[in-house]
């Protein structure tokens, strides 16, 4: 009650103005107090408006009333005073810069609790009391706090626009339904708010679903991740669990082979050293014989003599050697040739079906690219002689006076082709810059360089792959066969290579984004060259790039 009594006593004793007690305390003729200096302060000074009006009820004097102390409030407020009452709100009333701040406040103002949009003025809790209390302003529209307020004002007419013209879409007041937008279809603003509130609905509903939608993809995609992940994990583990198996039975083979190899070996031996040692002993017994008929030819006594020959010179055994020769030298070369052809097949066939069969990670990164970068050099001696090589042997210009060249058997004779002369093999990247019609091509060093059938071109026999760009289209060439690629769309066409898993790309390079044009996937059995082969107009150029 206390309490309540208090609030009561706040307002009937403050300025609604600077919501602090009156001082000198001045009542205008509709009845409402305000202090002396903050009325004053509202209405200027003398003179400089026509008419003057209440802050609260916005009732208009003319001419501007006389400002007079009301002495009997003067008194009963400094009375208040001495009971220690005091209306000074609290620091966090006060409006900071995020907030809406009191129009009615002088000095430090108050936060906005309310935006009147009658009044188009924003209020703090004390100034906005008289819109509860009045039975004029009670019918004002209140709304939260707004710093929007002045919008609501033509900027023309300086009217409040409560008129809506779907013509031209836009709120408009008043004066301008009876002007510029004269015959226009206009209705209420609140009538086109009723009806951009249902559309307003209806787009949440569909945003809403949207949400819903994307929520629902997002979760399949996490799914998918999880399943990807695992899929992979599980494919890993089998490949793994498949390739120790492998090399588990490679390593039975090996030990096995092994084996055979020594148990070859020990037979062999034991069988020569078994042969040696009977040798040895006829060696031996052959040589005792010798002795005794050396000893028997120097006997004097022929009697003696010719009994004891028939003995002495009859041999026993065979008198022909089987010779001691080893005949598995040759089984084991046999040996090594026939595990040499099994692991090479076995290698060979292993890395087509993984290259085959395994999925192809295409990179659209450039820098992944660039650590697989070559510096490619044209070699001036495969140049056909209307081509001008500069830039270090990396440029060629199309110049049909016919420059004059050597004469080398490595010299393209009849089309405008040119070589590297670097022999390309593993993994390679290079850019070509091109102007013109231009033919951007790998083939292999014998290809063939004179006569005019397909033998020769980039891109027409089995020698050479090639990617054709003309003015307005392009094309992929291996074989005698084009195949129709998307333009480039740049000037510069990256190549990349994969000798070992016979993988050929073209890219269609703009700034560190790479668009791939075109790849094939084959066997190359010779190291490859980068080629260019100028065709149009002289002064067509291909230049192979330095790139980092």
């Known amino acids: 009650m206390a309490q309540r009594r208090n609030r009561a006593d706040e307002l009937k004793f403050s300025c609604s103005i600077c919501l602090d007690l009156l001082k000198d305390p001045v009542t205008i003729p509709c009845g409402h107090n305000y202090c002396m200096n903050c009325i004053k302060a509202t209405w200027g000074e003398k003179g400089q408006e026509k008419t003057h009006s209440c802050p609260l009820c916005r009732r208009s004097f003319t001419p501007r009333p006389e400002l007079l102390k009301n002495t009997m409030l003067a008194e009963l407020v400094e009375e208040l005073k001495k009971t220690g009452f005091q209306a000074a709100p609290a620091d966090h009333c006060y409006a900071g810069a ?223 050697s089987p010779g001691p020769k080893i005949n598995h030298l040759q089984s084991f070369k046999d040996v090594t040739a026939a595990v040499t052809a099994a692991v090479t097949v076995a290698r060979d066939k292993l890395q087509q079906i993984l290259t085959e069969k395994l999925p192809f990670v295409e990179s659209t990164s450039r820098t992944e690219f660039l650590q697989y970068s070559r510096q490619i050099t044209l070699d001036p001696n495969t140049a056909e002689t209307c081509l001008v090589l500069s830039e270090g042997n990396r440029k060629i210009t199309r110049n049909d006076k016919n420059t004059p060249h050597p004469q080398h058997p490595d010299r393209f004779t009849n089309t405008h082709q040119v070589l590297s002369e670097e022999r390309l093999t593993g993994r390679c990247y290079w850019e070509v810059e091109k102007s013109g019609w231009v033919n951007v091509a790998v083939a292999y060093k014998s290809i063939s360089r004179s006569g005019s059938s397909n033998a020769v071109l980039f891109g027409w026999n089995k020698k050479s792959w090639s990617l054709d760009c003309y003015s307005s289209s392009c094309y992929f060439s291996h074989d005698n066969q084009q195949t129709p690629v998307s333009s480039p769309g740049s000037s510069r066409i990256g190549v990349y290579l994969d000798h070992s898993a016979g993988i050929l790309s073209f890219y269609s390079v703009s700034s560190n984004t790479m668009r791939l044009l075109h790849r094939v996937q084959t066997t190359f059995t010779e190291p490859l060259h980068a080629g260019l082969w100028l065709y149009g107009p002289d002064g067509n150029t291909a230049e192979v790039c330095e790139v980092k």
């Open 98 to 320: 995020e907030d809406v701040a009191c129009d009615f406040c002088t000095g430090r103002k108050l936060k906005a609790v309310k935006s009147c949009l009658v009044c188009l003025a924003s209020y703090c809790e004390k100034h906005l009391q008289h819109h509860y209390e009045s039975a004029a302003l009670k019918k004002h529209k209140l709304v939260e706090p707004s710093k929007k307020l002045q919008e609501n004002i033509c900027s023309r007419h300086d009217e409040v626009m409560k008129i809506f013209c779907r013509t031209d879409q836009k709120c408009i007041c008043l004066v301008c339904s009876m002007d510029e937008h004269k015959g226009h279809d206009t209705v209420s603003a609140a009538t086109a708010r009723a009806e951009k509130q249902e559309q307003l609905t209806q787009c949440r509903q569909n945003i809403r679903q949207r949400i819903q939608d994307r929520e629902k993809d997002v979760k399949e995609l996490q799914q998918e991740v999880e399943t990807t992940d695992r899929s992979a994990d599980k494919a890993v583990e089998d490949s793994e669990k498949i390739f120790t198996e492998l090399i588990r039975l490679m390593e039975k083979r090996r030990s096995d082979v092994k084996q055979r190899i020594r148990s070859q070996q020990k037979l062999d031996v034991s069988l020569a050293k078994e042969r040696q040692e009977k040798l040895n002993q006829e060696i031996t017994e052959l040589k005792k014989k010798d002795a005794e008929l050396e000893k028997l030819s120097l006997t004097e006594d022929h009697t003696q003599f010719l009994h004891s020959y028939p003995s002495l010179s009859a041999l026993t055994g065979s008198t022909h």
